[in-house]
């Protein structure tokens, strides 16, 4: 295939080692082949890396977490908007009082400035546009080092490097979130600066793997932050909630006080540990209110506060630069385009402008592309999106069990509420495709923030060919990995 000028000029916006690499592997068949990177295979993840790494210089990696930290931003305003009322919290997401109040309740803002997260992205013809946000602490991103060690196992690329003496900008993502908790613990507790435990409690639903391993391996990294914060002593324990015990004011593991908790659990926190964070005595990283900011209803939120006083011109700007036009489905009148519209009217005539998305779900599942739909399905959707309910009638308690979290969250899901949102299309870039060649492929840009720290990048890439639509890892996109290339000694 040709590959036009403007798509060599997308590749250049990224870097100039993008855009070389790119010449070079349609140079080199080795670097086409798909058979040449089976080093690159992962074991016991579904998805795959692809092929070829993403390259940025500092400037284009400095407007992407721009974009990024700005959004996270406004979500951290979110529980402000809503003035940290339960009541308010829970007629705008559907839910019941009870899980509003278990969302926000003890939150203040030192909690919302250190979350953890992911926002996804699409670079588009004219800007940066934000998808979602992943506000949750077990997400995937903290594999990055795994899977640039394999784009250094490859000798079609390892040859590129050297050929053209690439310098890489590396950070550990591991480490940087490792440090992103120290940092925080010693904030909050200023005082307990001679033994830092972080506990990870584990989903007793998600399937367990190595987690001796990524235990041995954080630990490794843990050793020199506690010397870089003159820590005597500490560990990271990989754990379930059960090993967790509560003493008073106090949490141990393994009889080891721990004031810091990252759990991997999808929001849930047992009812005495939360009683703990509501009063200030541990750090929780995200807890409960990531189900409330992970919502796409934020999207519909901001898309409509995008003229708000309450807002300072430079976050006004923010979402009209960077937030798709967005709504929640329900019956009545709607503005888009300037317009006042009515809801079923307005999606019925602009399927192939838009894009419906269940406000809470994750992996792409469940998302409608109207220009990758018939109109007969998207006929059917409108009309399900239109007569869907909400959460209100459901029976909620504070949680007492991971069982009953679980058990909630599963009835939940068979409610879908739903958002539509203007679609975007991605600027088209190259990479390989099939067993040989290449192909142009549309992708999503997702940038992990811990607090306002960056952290790193990847990007899911899926071929133009596959009219899905949805650039996800379960419709067939693969991972890149994103490398920050120094290119200032190269001017």
């Not at 390989?432 to 990007?459: C, E, I, K, M, P």
Request: proline share 4%.
């Amino acid at each position: 295939m040709n590959i036009s000028e403007t798509i060599k000029e997308n590749h250049r916006l990224l870097s100039k080692t993008n855009l070389m690499f790119l010449e070079y592997a349609v140079q080199h068949p080795e670097c086409q082949k798909e058979a040449n990177f089976r080093k690159m295979d992962l074991e016991g993840y579904f998805y795959k890396l692809h092929p070829w790494p993403t390259f940025v210089n500092r400037q284009s990696r400095s407007e992407m977490e721009a974009v990024s930290r700005n959004i996270f931003n406004l979500l951290r305003k979110i529980p402000g908007i809503f003035q940290n009322d339960l009541r308010k919290v829970a007629e705008y997401y559907g839910v019941p009082d009870e899980l509003a109040r278990y969302f926000i309740e003890g939150v203040d803002d030192f909690d919302l400035d250190i979350l953890v997260g992911r926002g996804d992205f699409i670079i588009g013809e004219d800007d940066i546009k934000y998808l979602e946000y992943n506000i949750n602490t077990n997400i995937g991103g903290l594999e990055i080092p795994l899977w640039e060690s394999k784009y250094f196992a490859v000798p079609a690329l390892t040859d590129f490097y050297k050929s053209y003496d690439i310098t890489f900008h590396r950070k550990d993502v591991c480490a940087e979130l490792l440090e992103h908790l120290v940092r925080t613990h010693l904030e909050r507790f200023p005082e307990r600066d001679q033994e830092i435990n972080i506990a990870i409690p584990i989903s007793e639903f998600l399937t367990r793997s190595n987690e001796n391993t990524k235990e041995a391996y954080f630990n490794s990294l843990y050793c020199d932050i506690r010397k870089k914060f003159n820590i005597p002593e500490g560990k990271v324990y990989f754990c379930s909630y059960s090993q967790l015990k509560r003493m008073g004011d106090y949490v141990y593991v393994y009889d080891r006080p721990v004031f810091t908790i990252m759990e991997w659990c999808q929001g849930y926190v047992p009812v005495h540990l939360w009683e703990l964070f509501k009063e200030g005595k541990i750090i929780l990283y995200n807890g409960p209110i990531s189900w409330m900011l992970s919502s796409k209803s934020n999207l519909a939120l901001l898309s409509e506060m995008a003229d708000s006083p309450i807002l300072s011109t430079g976050e006004q700007e923010t979402i009209r630069r960077h937030i798709p036009w967005t709504r929640n489905v329900k019956p009545g009148q709607t503005s888009y385009r300037g317009e006042t519209i009515d809801m079923e009217t307005l999606l019925l005539e602009n399927r192939e402008h838009l894009v419906l998305k269940p406000a809470l779900g994750s992996g792409g599942r469940g998302i409608m592309v109207g220009k990758f739909t018939s109109q007969a399905q998207w006929n059917a959707i409108t009309k399900s999106a239109l007569g869907a309910g909400d959460w209100r009638g459901l029976e909620f308690k504070i949680p007492r069990t991971e069982d009953e979290w679980h058990r909630f969250s599963m009835n939940a899901q068979k409610i879908v509420t739903w958002t539509v949102q203007e679609y975007i299309e991605s600027k088209p870039y190259v990479y390989q495709s099939g067993d040989f060649g290449y192909s142009n492929h549309r992708t999503v840009w997702g940038f992990l923030l811990f607090g306002s720290r960056y952290a790193g990048g990847l990007v899911r890439a899926l071929p133009q060919r596959i009219q899905e639509g949805v650039i996800n890892c379960h419709q067939g996109a693969k991972l890149s990995v994103m490398f920050e290339v120094d290119e200032e000694q190269k001017q």
